[in-house]
């Protein structure tokens, strides 16, 4: 245990020995400038740097039109193009299936198989549209249950508050 103990603590003389770096002229041998450094400041300086470089390139790419240049990134112009032709395509189809509907009620009425006094150009229209069907909104037993525990809790809730304020 001791040795590991020894080991641990010449590990960690060896990273906070003070060591320094001068730059010099090579030609007039002037000291332009020097550092006084250790292993530990130079590795949590050169950690700090990649994760603030890290930072600011996510940053770039994230929020600037460069993600556009990234497989699998598409544009926002190319997105909001492919909704606004899913919702034409939608009415597209809608005003297809009620004149399909229209001109198979006017083949019928040409061929004779249909009464002159049925039809109606709405009531073939009504056929066509389609309703969504109705939610039942209505809450279950087990959510009004739910309610009603909730609604207990909080009253006894407030009840200690008021008594802890007292």
Excluded: C, W
């Excluded at 530990?40 to 950690?47: A, D, L, P």
């Excluded at 249950?145 to 007292?166: G, M, T, Y």
């Amino acid at each position: 245990m001791t040795q590991k103990r020894l080991k641990h603590k010449e590990i960690l003389d060896r990273l906070l020995i003070k060591n320094r770096l001068i730059i010099i002229n090579e030609d007039t041998f002037e000291e332009l400038f020097s550092f006084k450094l250790n292993i530990m400041s130079v590795f949590v300086s050169v950690s700090l740097s990649a994760i603030f470089l890290i930072a600011i390139t996510t940053f770039i790419i994230a929020f600037t039109p460069l993600r556009e240049f990234i497989p699998g990134y598409s544009s926002s112009k190319l997105k909001r193009d492919a909704t606004e032709l899913a919702l034409k395509s939608d009415s597209l189809t809608l005003a297809l299936k009620k004149n399909e509907a229209y001109i198979k009620s006017i083949q019928k009425v040409l061929s004779g198989q249909l009464e002159y006094a049925k039809f109606n150009k709405d009531s073939i229209l009504a056929v066509t549209d389609d309703v969504p069907p109705t939610a039942n909104l209505a809450a279950s037993k087990t959510e009004l249950a739910l309610r009603n525990q909730v609604a207990k809790e909080e009253k006894r809730d407030s009840k200690k508050q008021i008594l802890k304020r007292k």
